[in-house]
């Protein structure tokens, strides 16, 4: 029986990104009053079909790529940036971004990956809930939706 230093390991061990080490990119500007990202879905849903004379034997095609919207929720600021662009498609601009969502290491400034989101529009905008019994901060939220995604992992030495 062969002993090996390295039965019974999968791969070495990584280190785990944390959720709230985050950037948002927005065509070449960055966004640092976000404080949240709703998690970002890829479905690609199977096409089912029964072959002709193949019997009970059932096959699965790939059906269409299909995205969730995207939520990012700030805090309130003067800036008119995210509110101009939503206004702008509310008049019929077709104005879509590309927005990136940067994963940061631990120490909260070098990139880990980024995920991309191409051809962004926003299909909700959602002002603060005003409170006069609030003492928190007025947080509003931004709905995405978007035609592709790509995530880039950086490497070291890249």
Do not use: H
């Not at 479905?43 to 790529?65: D, K, S």
């Not at 805090?75 to 509110?83: E, F, K, M, N, P």
């Not at 006069?132 to 947080?139: D, T």
């Amino acid at each position: 029986m062969a002993t090996s230093s390295t039965a019974g390991q999968v791969g070495s061990p990584k280190d785990l990104y944390r959720a709230g080490n985050f950037a948002v990119v927005i065509d070449n500007v960055m966004y640092a009053s976000f404080v949240g990202c709703s998690s970002i879905k890829m479905e690609m849903p199977a096409i089912c079909y029964r072959e002709a004379g193949a019997g009970q034997i059932v096959r699965n095609l790939p059906g269409r790529t299909e995205y969730s919207t995207v939520t990012f929720t700030q805090g309130l600021t003067d800036s008119q940036d995210l509110y101009t662009w939503a206004n702008n498609l509310l008049r019929g601009m077709d104005d879509k971004r590309t927005v990136s969502i940067l994963q940061l290491k631990s120490d909260g400034i070098t990139e880990a990956q980024r995920t991309i989101l191409s051809n962004a529009r926003i299909v909700s905008f959602c002002t603060p809930d005003y409170d006069a019994m609030k003492q928190g901060v007025a947080i509003e939220s931004l709905t995405l939706s978007f035609e592709s995604l790509e995530r880039v992992v950086r490497r070291e030495g890249a």
